[in-house]
């Protein structure tokens, strides 16, 4: 199976005024093309850092990331807006909905700038949100704004579906309802999913579970039979 | 406070620098224009006192109609409240300097006092060049600021009087030469009034010392009032110093007007009877001439007779004695020739005697010459025979021959004695003839002689006669001479007598006149006339108060709009530092402590605001308004003042605003739990809003559009504030166009459309109707006139119910014609209204100031204050001043006696200065005329104040158009700070830049539509309104905004919200996704 996403000795550091901090030291992991990938690690341990590496909203001071073999930390910003664009759905821990538009809309909102969106009505279907589709976030409970998200992030149609933290924000049940639908989504449509988390109980249900600390990849292990989400309890 | 809160606070300073400038900006803006605006109009006041104050302007002003005299001087100076009293001379004059004449008012300088502070030198001339008199012969002319005509430094000016009076009645000398170059404080502007001479427009004015002036009288007298230096002249306090003054020399006047009357009517009176005397004279004189004359003539007749008589009787005799004379002559003619015929006869009688007797004679000869002959022959024969007797021997014979001989010789003898006998006798005859002839000759001689003399005496008697009649030709023409002088000299006693008479007659119809005059001679009038009653003093005051007028509404909406915005931002504020509140709460921070930082931010944002604000605008706005007025008055520098009301009114409503709404904000906040706090807000859900239900649109929109019609619905605060502020500074700038727009367009509304003369001639007052024709003959004659109308123009007080204004009434000579030279018009539907019998058609404004319509009814107060009343028929539009229009018969009707026009209103053919100048002189000219004016003249007088406004309306945009900016800026950079998770999140969705931009924009574009489409509306309105506060009660400004106006307002409007987006399009690009992935705090 070809490496779809490379990363190879990624080193990002930051300067905030005289003080440089290495967020990132010289990180390497691959992940293949379908997988449903856990990123996960303590606060402050630089699994952010990755997110936004690997979502084109930041660039690498050193190394390379390939995806589909295109050397994404040599894009200019224009083209990382274009990465962004075409190939990334991005899942937030607080759902960033835009407030004032419905569900429906919301999902629209990414699906208007996209080459080949699916149908922003499917999606919600798929996320179980069919009946909801005209109501406002406002009117929405957590989970189901999670969802809303989810679908604006599918509804594009992108080749990797990034989530910070999808269930940060969320209870429980919520929080589980929705990883479902992730790995749903994940088998279902063969996509690329990467969940950064600092929740280890979640780490069985993936396909790949990467451990970063202090900006290190502690340990990448393969989970050869990963768990549906029903059967992982925290 | 708590010191770590203090840093808290200024860090927030800091952090959020621009949100913090935004404040202090609006804040400056809004109150350094208030108050600067604010206080033009004092520190104008306040600079004209002072500058009033270091040139001693007088504070009264009195003229005469009889000029003032030393007695006039001293009753004057006998009141305790002038502080000095000034007497000094003015007169208008001509001024030649090279080829070109100037009219200037030449005003007296006392010389004396012009050293050091003396009290007593009013309208202290301002030295700007040069130095002043020294010497006699020098003068000083008006500096003007180069504007003025003036003469340079060294000129030689000529002056004369422009009528014909004599310059040395006047003025020592009639050269003078230019050493210095002055303003005078009573000279506030360019104008210097009318005149009756040269153009009739005074061009500048010259100071001369007083010594050199030689007028009998004084002209004018100057005071200063003890105590008015002390307040502000354009104050209260002023007139109620001056008025108490004013009344008392109004009296004095009064008194002096009686007692100057009657000095003057003595002395009329005794020159009157001088001038009978003079007259009786005259005439005596006159008759005795005339007598003497007369007799003169009559002897001269006499002796002419007499000469011609005798003449006559010379001629006569002289005829006789030539008659007799001749006559004689021819007598003796006659016997003359009666002597000459016996002549003739004798003459013919003697030579037919003498014929025969020459006959006889001849035959004598011829006898005697025979028998002289036959004696020669005998002689021969007897030599002969003697010779022979030799030869005859023979004796007989010899005595034969002898006896022969003796025979012959006998014989010759007796022929001989026969001969002598004969020649005797013819000797005889002979003489007898020649004693004849003899006789005839002295006959002839004799008659000769007789012919001679008689010739002699008839050349004698011709010659006398020729010479006699020479002498009496010569003596007739003398007569006829002496007759013709006689004539003559008749002629010239008749019309010597006649001149005599008529001259007498002159004189007693001077005298009668004289007496007359006398009669009417009007009592002198004094006019007491404050500083606050001379033209550029309420000229520069009503300027300064038509700013006071524009900055009354103006910098309160400017100010309401800045405060809105800043109060604005700080409830945003406060609204974003929620969870910190909520941790300070948290901590154990009690309300005040925690609202303080809120209350510090807004009260340091807002003072240093208002310092700067005030700082600026006092010091700014008065200087740059009052630098443009400054273009048309001769001024010094304005003094700008720390006007303490105006700051404290602006800072605290600005402080006081800005501080409670952070209070107001921070209490609602303070209200509700820590643990509420630390959550987030509840975003304000998503609301469908009107235009979803028209699906016709909804569904076509394209979606971000959907987005942005539903955003700008579902912030109703931020909605309203943007639009409101927008509006505000759209409407403030069409308000400042559009009082551009009102102003200036008045100018050529009045002037060009409204007057449609170009000239207006007004005659002297009570001119005779004859008086009258000789000017309305120049118009008639005149090519340079196209078309005049004669009219009567009065000031009238009118009235409707208790209100009551002064117009000037036109009744035009025919009431169909005054169209051509004067619109009367609807002023909105352009419909022409015509002048008829009805009623009255007033100007607009007047109309207004009346609360009067179109068929009301109004009064009009005539002489004796009696209501009369009129129906107005129409309102007419007029910008300028209030009129009333009537028709002659109306006028009539009304007021019961005939029209008295008094105003020629022209039509030219050209309106260039030069045409203008040479026509007005030409007018002048003429006795009856006292005045003329150009509407040109006019209309650039008003155009040089109107213009200066410009400047105040440019202050006005140009702020309006700062507040735009710094508003639109706020608040899209409020909309920004509110929106910045949304912004970072779409970026992350991979909205390109500029999609990012335009997703925010948008809303801002249609913000600023709508805004700057409300902001026409409301800057209708607000122009309305601060047209009508800005008009003085005279003039009526345009009501009108251009079309371009609106568009100027709203381009700006749109440019600055494009240059705003610009600027903000950088810090779009600058926003974190990263932002994106936080939580919400």
Known sequence: MEKFIQMENVTKIYKMGEVEIKALDNISFSIDKGQFVVIVGPSGAGKSTILNILGGMDSPTSG????????????????????????????????????????????????????????????????????????????????????????????????????????????????????????????????TVIVVTHNLAITPMADKVIRIKNGRVESEEINENPVPVERIEW | MKSSLMKDTFRQ????????????????????????????????????????????????????????????????????????????????????????????????????????????????????????????????????????????????????????????????????????????????????????????????????????????????????????????????????????????????????????????????????????????????????????????????????????????????????????????????????????????????????????????????????KAGELEIANREEQIEQLKASLNFIKDEAERIKTIQLIEYGEQELIKAREEIEAGKLALETAKKELLEGEKKLEAAKMSIEEGKAQLKEEWNKLESNKEKALAEFASAHRELSEGRKEYQKGYGDYLKAKEEGLEEIGKAKEEIAEAEEELKEIEKPKWYVLKRSETRDYIDFEMNADRIDAVASVFPVFFLAVALLVSLTTMTRMVDEERSHIGTLKALGYDKMDIASKYLIYAALASISGSIVGLLVGFKVLPTVIFNAYRIMYIMPEVITQFNLTYATLSSAVAIFSTVIAAWLAIRSELKETPALLLRPKAPKPGKRIFLERVTIIWSRMKFTHKVTARNLFRYKKRFIMTVLGISGCTALLLTGFGLKDSIVSIVSKQFDELYRYELAVELKENQEKEEVDEVIEFMNTDKRIRDYILVNEKSMDIGKGNIEKTVSLVVPEDSSRIQDFITLRERKSKETISLTDEGVILSEKMAKLLEAKVGDEIYIKDEDDNELKVRITGITENYAWHYMYMSRDLYEEVFGKEVNYQKILCKTISTEKEFEDKLSEELLKIDNISSVSFTTGISDSYNDTLGSLNYVIMVIIIAAGALAFVVLYNLTNINIGERYREIATIKVLGFYDHEVASYIYRENMILTIIGTALGLVLGLFLHRFVIVTTEIESIMFGREIRPISFVYSAALTIMFSVLVSIVMYYRLKKIDMVESLKSID
């Not at chain 1, 759905?89 to 700038?113: C, D, M, P, R, S």
């Not at chain 2, 002043?132 to 500096?143: M, N």
């Not at chain 2, 003469?151 to 003078?176: C, N, Q, V």
């Not at chain 2, 003359?336 to 035959?363: C, P």
């Open chain 1, 64 to 191: 390379s990331l390939f995806v589909h073999n295109e050397d994404i930390g040599k894009y200019s910003p224009k083209e990382l807006i274009t990465y962004r664009r075409y190939d990334i759905g991005f899942v937030f821990q607080f759902y960033n909905l835009v407030q004032n538009l419905t569900a429906l809309e919301n999902v629209e909102l990414a699906t208007e700038i996209c080459k080949n969106p699916l149908n922003p009505e499917e999606v919600l279907e798929q996320v179980g949100l069919k009946d909801r589709k005209n109501n406002f976030p406002g009117q929405l409970s957590g989970g189901e704004q999670q969802r809303v998200s989810i679908a604006r992030a599918l509804a594009k149609n992108p080749k990797l579906l990034l989530c910070d933290e999808p269930t940060g924000a969320l209870d429980y049940n919520t929080g589980k309802s929705v990883l479902k639908l992730l790995q749903d989504t994940c088998y279902r449509n063969k996509m």
């Open chain 2, 13 to 368: 300073i800091k952090k959020s620098f621009s949100r913090f400038l935004s404040i202090f900006l609006i804040v400056a803006l809004g109150v350094g224009f208030f108050a600067g605006i604010k206080a033009t109009s004092p520190d104008m006041k306040i600079t004209a006192d002072k500058y009033f104050d270091d040139y001693n302007l007088m504070d009264m002003w009195l003229i005469s109609t009889m000029g003032f005299d030393e007695k006039d001087i001293e009753a004057i100076e006998r009141l305790s409240e002038p502080e000095a009293v000034s007497p000094g001379y003015s007169v208008d004059l001509l001024a030649q300097y090279e080829e070109n004449f100037t009219v200037v008012k030449l005003l007296s300088i006392p010389m004396d006092d012009i050293e050091g502070e003396d009290k007593d030198y009013i309208n202290q001339a301002i030295l700007v060049e040069g130095r002043f008199p020294e010497k006699p012969g020098e003068i000083l002319a008006e500096s003007g600021n180069g504007i003025n005509p003036s003469f340079p430094i060294g000129a030689k000016i000529k002056l004369s009087t422009g009528k014909d009076e004599d310059i040395s009645d006047i003025l020592k000398r009639e050269e003078y030469t230019v050493v210095g170059l002055v303003n005078n404080p009573y000279y506030l502007s360019f104008e210097r009034g009318t005149t009756s001479i040269g153009t009739g427009t005074i061009d500048c004015f010259m100071m001369l010392p007083e010594e050199e002036f030689k007028l009998p009288v004084y002209t004018d007298v100057y005071l200063t009032v003890k105590g008015a230096r002390n307040v502000n002249t354009y104050g209260d306090d002023y007139d109620i110093i001056l008025d108490p003054v004013k009344e008392k020399l109004e009296d004095i006047g009064k008194i002096r007007a009686s007692e100057r009357y009657q000095e003057i009517l003595d002395e009329a009176n005794e020159e009157l009877n001088k001038a009978k005397e003079d007259l009786r004279e005259a005439e005596e004189k006159l008759q005795d001439e005339l007598n003497k004359a007369e007799k003169d003539l009559e002897e001269a007749k006499r002796k002419l007779d007499k000469g011609e008589k005798e003449l006559l009787a010379n001629e006569r005799q002289f005829r006789n004695q030539i008659e007799s004379a001749e006559k004689r002559l021819k007598e003796e003619q006659k016997k003359l020739q009666a002597a000459e015929a016996e002549y003739e006869e004798n003459l013919k009688l003697f030579n037919e005697n003498k014929s025969k007797a020459l006959k006889a004679i001849e035959a004598s000869e011829a006898e005697i």
